[in-house]
């Protein structure tokens, strides 16, 4: 249980790769980090099948975030298990509020909170997640053995769902709205070409879902044999995220055209006593990828310690073991 009478060194948002990696070197560094967020693992949680983590030839993704949890908590870091709704810069830090109401003050922020999954906006989408639409190819690719399924997308994501559901489904459409992919990996676009049951359709969208109490077909907006409608078991849409920049927002940290959190090589934002790392920020580019996440919370952790200690006698309640007392 995480004590809201204490005054944390490091209020560390988001529980995906950043987030962790930045807990362990605070701790390490004998801060006070707590770390918050209903997600857990973030994007790497879902990812199924990981090959490219240094010191794992193959671990999937769920088990990697369970590993970086556990090393987290040896450290005796408390975690909460909730999302944060509010972040506000006081005279003596910084005061976050969890959705159950409950604030937690701390010397600084780190934010790790990722990004949220595109939608194609279509009705029944939200209805019917789990009843035929899917995000996530890794998580629900086995339930689609010996069916036919679609995928929405063209970046790498969507090659790679398209490649995993070829090993499953009997067919499979990837659907996408430009005449190439985008940048996906070459090895798994060359897996993709030598799918002999996988079909790529392009210059195409999809316009409705079909089906009464769940998917049953796809209408997308080009003929294919005659026919715009096709009948499916499953649509996944892997068409990207975005930033979630609620809490940015709130704590006025500059954004780049892409929405994404503006940090320098120490993962320090615009705002004194805020660091950013991860799929949030825009550290490494186009490249969000689990290390580099991990290594940006390391980098920002870093950071906040330098800054803590720099701001630990200024902060009056700190230097005093912060406790907070009833009125009487």
């Not at 899917?134 to 090659?159: E, F, I, K, L």
């Not at 790392?277 to 330098?306: E, H």
Request: glycine share 12%; proline share 3%; hydrophobic share 40%.
């Amino acid at each position: 249980m995480a004590d809201q009478n204490i005054h944390y060194d490091a209020l560390i948002i988001g529980q995906g790769a950043s987030s962790y990696a930045a807990a362990m070197y605070a701790a390490r560094y004998q801060m006070k980090p707590i770390i918050f967020g209903a997600i857990f693992g973030g994007e790497t949680a879902i990812g199924g099948t990981i090959e490219n983590y240094p010191g794992y030839p193959e671990i999937d993704g769920f088990e990697l975030m369970m590993k970086f949890r556990e090393q987290a908590e040896k450290y005796e870091t408390p975690i909460v298990d909730e999302n944060i709704v509010k972040a506000e810069k006081l005279d003596d830090g910084f005061m976050v509020t969890t959705e159950e109401g409950d604030t937690y003050h701390g010397t600084s922020i780190i934010l790790g909170v990722g990004r949220e999954r595109r939608t194609l906006g279509l009705e029944h989408e939200a209805e019917w997640t789990g009843r035929g639409v899917s995000y996530c190819a890794t998580c629900d690719a086995p339930m689609h053995r010996g069916n036919t399924v679609a995928v929405v997308g063209g970046g790498d994501s969507a090659v790679k769902g398209a490649v995993l559901l070829g090993k499953y489904a009997e067919k499979v459409y990837i659907v996408y709205r430009q005449d190439r992919f985008t940048r996906p990996e070459p090895i798994n676009l060359s897996q993709l070409e030598a799918a002999e049951n996988v079909v790529s359709i392009f210059n195409a969208q999809i316009v409705e879902l079909l089906g009464d109490d769940g998917l049953t077909g796809i209408i997308i907006d080009q003929e294919i044999d005659g026919s715009n409608q096709l009948t499916v078991d499953g649509v996944f849409i892997e068409i990207g995220a975005d930033p979630r920049v609620e809490l940015p927002n709130q704590l006025g940290l500059e954004l780049n055209d892409q929405n994404e959190v503006i940090v320098d090589k120490g993962g320090n934002t615009n705002v004194e006593g805020v660091f950013a790392a991860g799929d949030l920020t825009n550290a490494s580019g186009d490249l969000k990828q689990t290390i580099t996440a991990s290594a940006q919370g390391a980098i920002a952790a870093t950071s906040a310690y330098d800054y803590v200690s720099e701001h630990a006698d200024s902060c009056e309640i700190h230097a005093m073991g912060y406790t907070l007392v009833e009125a009487v």
